[in-house]
């Protein structure tokens, strides 16, 4: 019980502090845990040990370079972060990517919910006690990183996509490849289903574990799987379509009961759809251009001309940037969602007119999942917590940002 | 796909207008910038604000609530509730106004539970109080932290170490 500090509070109640170092909660979470027997009572969640001033830096740098800083936040899926800013600051400024960029990009971005929901499943089954699906299933992510090896150049901060596009084109050659992958991966997800889906021990580890009903879900803020697990259709993709998904056909799967077993379900089919989407994508892929023609207007010179108020030198003053340029961006205020793999991945970029975003607010879908623990874990044992903790689907880099 | 967001956009508007004729007092602008449309509000009765939208509109999710710092203008803060309606399809910006000496607001997480650490996370960042909310603390910031980080007028530097920070320093020397 190495990082584990247990405080006694009468003869049957106890205290752990578990984490911010503990493989199970997935990153540097803490959860301080008062425990009945092995019955939780109490459950505070504590984070913010991977803070890093996200929102607070982006004010700071011009839009296309407030880009590598997405790339930091869910760490392991950056593509899709990438999307979500280039299209915020897209319907910002009123671009429309070409045809081309849209099909890569949905495409990529399919790929990314694929080894997200891979390394998902890997932890989650490996937290429960399942250890050859993780060998399994970081056996593909490990395909889908060469892929994105081959596309862009880079396996983990990609930072592939730009605004108003992608920023290379890809090959005949890989897109062949990607296609190859997609065959297999939908094999192979058979292959993890028939290890889990009815197995006895997984299916009593996770029925009627952490059961949310829809209303709950609704009103603490679920999104992604761990909203449809409990049977709401809200599903970006198909609600407020981006990109190429309005042109391309997939099913959302929806849960019934809100529980674990029906969360891993729903990822699971989601996996499945994510195959079908990428194939249609290469299919459907048009020529023609990668990004967009006024893509080049937004590549502002890093030296602004920088305005000094309230407080005389630039230790204690406010900063702001103002271009001999009139407007660079123009004036307003837009909130734009993407369904990432985990949840909705939401951006509100209020612009000034300068070159820089006045402020950018990145809706975390894992802070708000962890901000549901508490509810999902009341009555529950400690096994069970390590469960649940799985199955939200958290990663601490977004939830600190 | 054009005429969805059109009359989305259209749609939107008028829940709008409904809801300045149901405060007439409270609503001061109504804005739209890119097919979304904002309101924006007095802070003191943002609560009946938000439950009419929730519960006579049907605007069930919560997407975001967060604050804004438009330092040198008066009233200084700004509290943005990004709504969306899932079965209507809309989404709705409301935004409170509040001054900067006593910047306080009503919590809605008797509306929706989700929007507690949202909250928290606002009053850690601008340093605006949510009044009853049940756990008002820092999240993200360390405990006894100085200052509110996302405030335009705090450094991006910060101003100094952490105290953790300064006793390892000192255990070192």
Redesign the interface.
Known sequence: MGQLEIEKLSETKFVLQMGPHHPATHGVLKLYTEFEGERVLKIVPD??YL?R?I???A??KTYPSAMTLTDRLDYISSMTNNIGYCLAVE??M?IEPPPRAKYIRTMVAELTRLSSHLLWLATHALDIGAMTVFLYAFREREQILELFEKICGARLTVSYPRIGGVRVDIKEKVLEEISKFTEIMLNRIDEYEGLLTENRIWISRTKGVGVVSSE?A?????TGPALRGSG???DIRK???YDAY?EVDFEVPLGENGDTYDRYLCRIREMKQSALIIRQCIEKMPEGEIIAEQTIDIDIPHQGKRKI???DSL??G?IKFVDEKAELIPP????S?IEAPKG?L?F?I?SDGSGRP??M?V?APS??H???IP?LCEGHLLADVIAIIGTLDIVMGEA?? | ?AQEIERNYQDSLKIAFLLREQFPEEVLEITE??G?V?VTVKKEKIKEILRYVKEEQGF?????L?G??Y??ENPRFEV?Y?LFS?WR?L?I?VKAKIDDKEPEIDSITDL???????ER?CFD?FGIKFTGHPDLR?????EDWDGH??R??????GRELWRGFKEILEEQK
């Open positions: 984070v913010g803070h001033g929102e607070k830096l004010e700071s319907r910002l009123g709950e609704l009103s603490l803020g679920l709401v259709y809200y609600l407020i379509p309005s108020s309230a407080g230790w204690s406010f307003g205020e837009i909130y969602a909705e939401g509100y209020v006045y402020r607010r809706r802070f708000v962890i901000s549901a509810k600190d940002r | 796909m910038f890119r979304q904002s069930n999710h919560l997407q975001d967060c804004v710092d330092y040198l943005v990004n899932i399809r989404h910006r929706w539970e989700g929007a507690n650490w949202h996370e960042m820092r999240i993200l910031m360390p980080p996302l335009k007028d705090y450094p991006l530097k």
